[in-house]
């Protein structure tokens, strides 16, 4: 099996085995609310403490983590130590592309984001799902055009979801 294929289950599987506080951001998010973003990659804000990059680092090492794009002989030692020194980390796992933000673009952090955020079932797990305002608010700070495309989107997915709850 190809370590590039896309297996969001094993990701969230061993996200939650070892108990990392995330909440799900990025296109897979986007789907959760219903948007039709197609993504072969799982997006996370992580949270920063010493413990949750402990449990991140192994969770990380399990997926058989490396960095995306760098070739496989340059050094890079995953544990809680550099997971601190850096805030975002672009990785390929036998999961597919995972992809970790301490601080993604227009937010605060995992705190803000996890209090706005909403448990969602997925993969067949409780997964805390940024709320669609925070996650239009990040696209739009992006500004790429796939993002501000996302943005619009999502716009329209979260006024079909409030006339439905009217």
Known sequence: MSDTEFRPRLAIDVLVKHDVKFVLIGGMSARAYGSARITNDIDICYARDDGNLKRLAAALR???????????????????????????????TKAGGLDILGTPSGSSGFE???????TMRILNHDVRVVSIDDLIQMKLAAGRLKDLADADDLTAVREVIREEQE
Do not use: C, E, Q, S
């Open 112 to 118: 803000a984001m996890d209090r706005n955020a909403t």
């Open 62 to 92: 399990d997926l058989g983590a490396r960095l995306r794009g760098a070739p496989r002989d340059v050094p890079f030692v995953l544990d809680a130590k550099t997971l601190k020194a850096g805030d975002h980390f672009t990785f390929i």
